[in-house]
Structure formats: structure tokens, C-alpha cells
Nanobody
Framework: VQLQASGGGLVQAGDSLRLSCTAS????????MAWFRQAPGKEREFLAL???????KYYGDSVKGRFTISRDNDNTVYLQMNSLKPEDTAVYYC?????????????WGQGTLVTVSS
């Protein structure tokens, strides 16, 4: 069972980037999926969550209105990031919530680095 995050890179402030998280080893279509990030010296921060149906989405205050989470039927979750700021620089992780309680996350991807230059 593995989650593979990809799509990170170096961009300039104001640019957009789309992260992908692909699941393998089992189907994650019945699980809520989320994105988190962790910047150097800071705690992990919740960014966004999408329910297993895709009908409900939740966002952290710092990214609301700029980031959009979505999922498809092929075990992939996306995070569209617009109007990026230098403070968005962090390692971004995807996670799967098997219980759909939106509180505990059972599987984590390895992280993909996003660097936003000013």
C-alpha cells in the first residue's frame, strides 16, 4: 500500500502548481483524502480534505480560496495551488483516512517539495 505524491518544484510567487497523489496497492476510492504540509521548523499543517464521494471539501484557513482539492476515479487526488506565496514553501504530503472520521490518517505519502521564490 503506497501513496505517491508528485508535482512539486520551484516556482515564483503568484504562479500555480498542481500536486498529484496516486494510490497503489489497494483502492482508496472509499477513503477521505487530504493534503498537509510541513515547513522547516514548523508543525504539520492541514490544507485540504475531500470526502470519499468527492462531494464534501474542507480547507485550512491559510489556503482557502487559493487551493482546490479534487479526486478522480483512478485513485488519484489533486491539489491545485494558485497565487502561490513564499510562505507556501514546504514539503507537501497526501494522506488517506480509512475511517472517514476526518481526524486520523492511516496512510501517508512520502512528500513532495514546493519552493516558492519571491
Amino acid at each position: 500500500v503506497q501513496l505517491q505524491a508528485s508535482g512539486g518544484g520551484l516556482v515564483q510567487a503568484g504562479d500555480s502548481l498542481r500536486l498529484s497523489c496516486t494510490a497503489s496497492g489497494r483502492t482508496f476510492s472509499r477513503y477521505a483524502m487530504a493534503w498537509f504540509r510541513q515547513a522547516p521548523g514548523k508543525e504539520r499543517e492541514f490544507l485540504a480534505l475531500v470526502s470519499w464521494t468527492g462531494a464534501s471539501k474542507y480547507y485550512g484557513d491559510s489556503v482557502k480560496g487559493r487551493f482546490t482539492i479534487s479526486r478522480d476515479n483512478d485513485n488519484t487526488v489533486y491539489l491545485q495551488m494558485n497565487s502561490l506565496k513564499p510562505e507556501d514553501t514546504a514539503v507537501y504530503y497526501c494522506a488517506a483516512d480509512m475511517d472517514n472520521d476526518y481526524a486520523t490518517f492511516d496512510y501517508w505519502g512520502q512528500g513532495t517539495l514546493v519552493t516558492v521564490s519571491s
